[in-house]
């Protein structure tokens, strides 16, 4: 079945440290996107990427590094310069071009301790 | 920068009324708007389209208006079910961007 996968489903982290959520998609899309959602609010956008070797920051990408070597694979790194990690991070892929869909994973749950 | 509101009170209603939930936008010319269901703990999942172009748009109970001069859609569910008890999210993009913004989402309770 074509989808988008996300993993670990949880995460916990050490203050200080670096931590990297997965995320592969079999969809064939060239747009991918990672997102972070906290609670009562809607989700903020971190990098998006539009085709292999090319990302963007979003609305909130500082403490945050992505690749996008593989056409199906954008990973996120949250690393120790963000403040405040805790948060459900949310990866999604669409087509490029108009009237578009997301298409979302099923969510990495970080947590600082 | 554009601003993407919907009410953050969670609707309650009684299985088999209709639910509308709003999404007012300010700053923006969307060339269209989407609808997304999220449960909790889970990824939202892709509900309707509508362009900018279109009044509204129908899919079984689901409905959506978009008033670019108000700017604001309406998303109402028919004939309401407890199954349809989620946080309801609408999205805006732009032409040329493939760019998503969120609005925060409405919970909806939808009791027997």
């Known amino acids: 079945d074509g989808g988008i996968t996300q993993s670990p489903k949880y995460l916990f982290r050490k203050e200080g440290q670096n931590v990297t959520l997965s995320c592969e998609q079999n969809?064939?899309?060239?747009?991918m996107y990672w997102y972070r959602q906290d609670p009562g609010q809607g989700l903020r956008l971190i990098y998006y990427?539009?085709?292999?070797?090319?990302?963007q920051k979003g609305d909130i990408a500082e403490g945050y590094s992505v690749s996008r070597e593989k056409k199906e694979s954008f990973p996120l790194t949250v690393t120790s310069a963000q403040k405040n990690p805790t948060a459900f991070y949310l990866c999604?892929?669409?087509?490029?071009?108009?009237?578009?869909?997301?298409?979302f994973g099923q969510g990495t749950r970080l947590t600082v301790v | 920068s554009q601003k993407i509101e919907q009410n953050s009170e969670a609707l309650n209603i009684q299985e088999g009324k209709t639910a509308t939930l709003t999404c007012n936008y300010t700053?923006?010319?969307?060339?269209?708007l989407q609808w997304y269901r999220q449960d909790p703990g889970r990824g939202p999942v892709f509900l309707l389209l509508?362009?900018?172009?279109?009044k509204e748009k129908r899919k079984e109970r689901l409905k959506v208006t978009f008033d670019t001069t108000l700017k604001q859609s309406l998303f109402h569910i028919t004939a309401s079910q407890p199954a349809d008890s989620a946080t309801y999210l609408c999205?805006?993009?732009?032409?040329?961007?493939?760019?998503?913004?969120f609005g925060s989402g409405t919970k909806l309770n939808v009791k027997p």
């Open positions: 999205a805006l993009d732009a032409y040329n961007f493939n760019k998503f913004y």
């Open positions: 990427s539009q085709i292999v070797n090319d990302f």
């Open positions: 700053n923006y010319s969307p060339a269209y």
């Open positions: 999604a892929s669409s087509t490029t071009g108009a009237k578009t869909e997301a298409f």
């Open positions: 969809l064939n899309h060239d747009a």
């Open positions: 509508i362009r900018e172009n279109e």
